[in-house]
């Protein structure tokens, strides 16, 4: 009766978002396994998601059938004892901070760089490409790291600092077509690694480190320009503030600071539970809100630039990338992981597609820029 019930529960929502049970549409969703509706009804998309890499359901069409669940809202009838959980750890801790700071690239940064090569393409860039006029991944990311520098106006001999630079790609092109130095911070001994062996001829720094630490040893030499493209996200409510006082302490009075990130359309304080445990831990997606009041008082915002549809884009060239490469991954990673890897990038690719999500570039100045800023796009 328990299970009838729960399933009665599950195919009344599907039905408001056009998804079938066992349907013929490519969009409908195949159950194996009779015990997925109560694990759904009791732990919402922890459980959605766990019984995907479990084997417990499929769909032809995975981030379709994920996109018609967003676009209906039913994350929002459907939450459960792990919402509450994350609610209230985040209320209490600081889940970014300390040795906790670290834990996103030692899950998931450091899983491999095989992985990330493959699933990326030519440049190891782990966010948005830029879409633009771009035929291609690889041109689209290329695309998205010079609008980064000409939104900054780079010029040779600038000091550039990236926070959470990633693989390095961002610096090492910098450095290439525009002449600068810099350092870039990560948390990720991996991305790390390769990002010294990528710069090792150009006049750039790696460090493993928080981004907190930076004001404490650079002195008097402070940074012309400071970006950050794709790291914000794991920055937390709770350090927004800590992050902008860190970047204006870093940076020169007439710099410029480019923030590249993940903007939710509600102010929230964790993320969703099944991201959370198995792809991003302690991230979260900042608000238009948050965001403007973290920096108010220490910034002009010059310029704020969306372009989320670019993600769904974006992400399902990954996944082209990440099934071409299965193959050679396969007997590393194995199919509870390419199972987990499918519903990850199914389900942003979703959100974006539905404008859950968003994609901003927001440019800000400490004392405003003389005479105006002048946007570029």
């Not at 550039?160 to 092109?173: F, K, P, S, T």
């Not at 008082?297 to 974006?314: A, I």
């Amino acid at each position: 009766m328990v299970r009838n019930t729960a399933r009665n529960r599950v195919e009344s929502l599907l039905t408001l978002a056009g998804v079938r049970i066992d349907g013929d549409a490519p969009v409908d969703m195949q159950v194996h396994d009779e015990q997925l509706y109560a694990r759904i009804i009791a732990h919402g998309s922890l459980g959605l998601g766990e019984a995907y890499m479990d084997g417990w359901w499929d769909a032809a069409d995975l981030d379709g059938f994920l996109f018609h669940l967003l676009d209906a809202h039913l994350d929002e009838r459907v939450g459960g004892i792990d919402d509450a959980a994350l609610f209230l750890r985040a209320k209490l801790v600081n889940m970014q901070r300390g040795r906790r700071a670290y834990k996103v690239g030692e899950q998931h940064y450091d899983l491999g760089n095989d992985l990330f090569h493959a699933m990326l393409g030519k440049r190891l860039v782990y966010s948005c490409g830029y879409w633009k006029d771009a035929p291609d991944l690889d041109a689209a990311q290329e695309a998205k790291l010079d609008l980064v520098c000409r939104k900054l106006d780079l010029r040779p001999g600038m000091r550039v600092l990236d926070i959470g630079c990633g693989w390095g790609e961002a610096l090492a092109y910098a450095a290439r077509k525009y002449g600068v130095t810099g350092v870039g911070v990560t948390v990720s001994h991996e991305q790390a690694e390769y990002a010294r062996e990528l710069c090792r001829d150009l006049p750039v720094e790696i460090r493993v480190q928080d981004y907190r630490e930076v004001p404490d040893e650079i002195g008097d030499q402070k940074f012309d320009r400071i970006w950050s493209i794709g790291m914000f996200e794991h920055v937390g409510v709770k350090n927004y503030r800590a992050y902008f006082e860190t970047v204006r302490q870093s940076l020169r009075s007439n710099g410029l600071t480019l923030l590249h990130t993940i903007g939710g359309n509600e102010s929230s304080s964790h993320t969703d539970p099944w991201i959370e445990k198995y792809i991003f831990p302690n991230s979260m997606i900042p608000s238009a809100a948050q965001i403007a009041k973290a920096a108010e008082g220490l910034f002009v915002l010059e310029d704020w630039h969306g372009f989320g549809p670019y993600y769904d884009r974006t992400l399902m060239a990954w996944r082209a990338n990440f099934d071409a490469a299965w193959p050679a991954l396969g007997e590393k990673y194995g199919e509870r992981f390419r199972r987990m890897w499918h519903f990850y990038l199914g389900a942003s690719a979703a959100n974006f597609r539905a404008r859950r999500l968003q994609l901003w570039q927001i440019v800000f100045s400490p004392r405003g820029v003389p005479g105006g800023y002048a946007a570029v796009r």
